[in-house]
């Protein structure tokens, strides 16, 4: 669109200087697309200041996010209010994150999938931490960080409301909450191996104050730690919750549970077993269609 009706009058100028800018990288871009974007939008000091959406992808195109990175600094797109990066190495999301206090008005920001590699624990300590402390983002996915997942620093505060993430264990999804005290919806993937259960801080300290949505997939969680979370949370107004345990097949604990939730609107439970015999598992499955669960359209669902 620029390359072609740029130039041709002051009107089409005039118009193409006040659009704003979408860019996205795509998956087998052609290196002379590529630097035909460099040439005639992202080197072009004007463009870059109306660009408020980027999408960088290594997927399928090896290194393309790096020769971005040299052709172009993120920093200088002052006016971007998404950023979104898939398959790229720990090396060049750091250099990222440590950018983003240049973008003021920075709301979204997405990470996908890190590159297989090796990394040092400060890198992913800094990426995590560097992008939750972000003064303007309120939109946040961190996902498929495998081992790879950074830790939460338990003094960090956010002004994240939405967030997507992986965690490390149980004691980071505690961390995590206690430093977003705005959250509003919160996705949770914690791949906890840890026999030690977790604790809250004192009663006065805000525990998701502003939480309506909660999902949890979890690793070794007990269910009396979720119960311990979940109790916290008394805007909580959807919870959906994912397991391999069939310790959580008890319908008549989850009701209690649920009963203290007034707020509550929907509820989701999947649990995914293996190697189960179908007399035990048929008996729980009924204790579901209780007219409790039934009146509420709250299913279950198990695999």
């Known amino acids: 669109m620029f390359g072609t009706f740029y130039n041709l009058n002051k009107r089409f100028n005039s118009i193409l200087n006040d659009v704003h800018v979408s860019i996205g990288l795509k998956c087998n871009m052609s290196k002379a697309l590529f630097d035909q974007y460099c040439h005639k939008i992202l080197n072009h000091k004007q463009r870059r200041q109306q660009i408020f959406y980027l999408k960088l992808s290594n997927t399928r195109t090896f290194g393309q996010i790096e020769l971005f990175m040299k052709n172009c600094s993120i920093e200088s797109f002052s006016h971007l209010r998404s950023l979104i990066i898939t398959n790229a190495s720990l090396a060049v999301l750091k250099v990222a994150a440590s950018k983003l206090k240049y973008l003021k008005y920075l709301n979204y920001v997405s990470v996908k999938r890190p590159e297989p590699g090796s990394s040092l624990e400060e890198e992913e300590y800094y990426i995590y931490n560097t992008i939750f402390a972000h003064e303007s983002l309120k939109k946040c996915s961190l996902l498929e960080f495998d081992d790879m997942i950074g830790r939460i620093h338990p003094?960090?505060?956010?002004?994240?409301?939405?967030l997507s993430v992986d965690v490390h264990d149980k004691h980071d999804l505690v961390n995590l909450i206690y430093s977003l005290p705005k959250i509003k919806r919160l996705a949770v993937t914690c791949d906890s191996t840890s026999s030690n259960r977790f604790v809250l801080r004192h009663p006065f300290i805000p525990f998701g104050p502003s939480l309506r949505y909660f999902h949890l997939a979890g690793g070794d969680i007990l269910f009396e730690e979720v119960e311990l979370l979940v109790k916290e949370f008394h805007q909580i107004q959807e919870f959906s919750f994912f397991s391999g345990s069939s310790d959580f097949l008890n319908a008549s604990c989850w009701q209690n549970?649920?009963?203290?939730m007034p707020l509550l609107i929907?509820?989701?439970?999947?649990?995914n077993i293996f190697n189960v015999q179908s007399s035990i598992i048929?008996?729980?499955?009924?204790?579901?269609?209780?007219?409790?669960?039934?009146?509420?359209?709250?299913?279950?669902?198990?695999?």
């Open 155 to 162: 003094d960090m505060t956010s002004t994240l409301e939405c």
């Open 257 to 260: 549970l649920l009963s203290t």
């Open 266 to 271: 929907k509820f989701r439970l999947h649990v």
């Open 282 to 303: 048929t008996p729980l499955l009924a204790s579901f269609h209780t007219e409790y669960w039934l009146r509420r359209k709250w299913y279950m669902a198990l695999s």
